[in-house]
């Protein structure tokens, strides 16, 4: 698994990157805290994660957090001594895979890893399941309105008109909301 590690004292880092080392984990890339290049190298070496040292997880912090989970989706983690629920909260909702507050746990390192990337990884598939359900929804609610115009103009029943969008839809191959969408706009030309 490759990792890229931004950290504000290396020292605090080191117990666990010789952890990572030991368990097959390879460095990418050690960046300091106040390094403002960190999402741009999260986007082009792109690492299997992102591990973070922070004594303190302030704003300047919080914003390199929100720049690179909006910039490059990718598992991070945090390790802090930092417990206070403004700063856990924040980081939270921002998008981390996993917020731990002890940086003197170096045999959890492997198995926090492994939770974070999974913990990551089934995020990303709700989100993309909302996502689609979100469309769907869209979709339903444009295909009631393009069944009410047909219904109008036509004169047709519900069951007619939806059945003559499902054919225009299949004779030019696409998906109905797409030909709900285009009687949509037609009619808005047409009024």
Known sequence: MD???IADCHDNAQPLLSVAS???????KLLGADDDDASRYVESLRPDAVILFSDEIDGPVMHKIKTILENVPTPLLVFTRDSRSESINPAVSAGISAYVVDCNMPER??????VAVARFHAQ??????LRLTKNALQDR??????????MKTKRLSEDQAYKAMRTLAMNHNKRIGEVAEQIISAS???V
């Open 3 to 5: 990792l890229i590690v």
């Open 22 to 28: 030991t368990a097959g984990y390879r460095l990418l």
């Open 109 to 114: 390192f492997d198995s926090l890893l492994k």
């Open 124 to 129: 990303q598939q709700l989100r993309e399941e």
């Open 141 to 150: 609610k444009r295909i009631e309105k393009a069944k009410g115009i047909i």
């Open 188 to 190: 808005e030309v047409l």
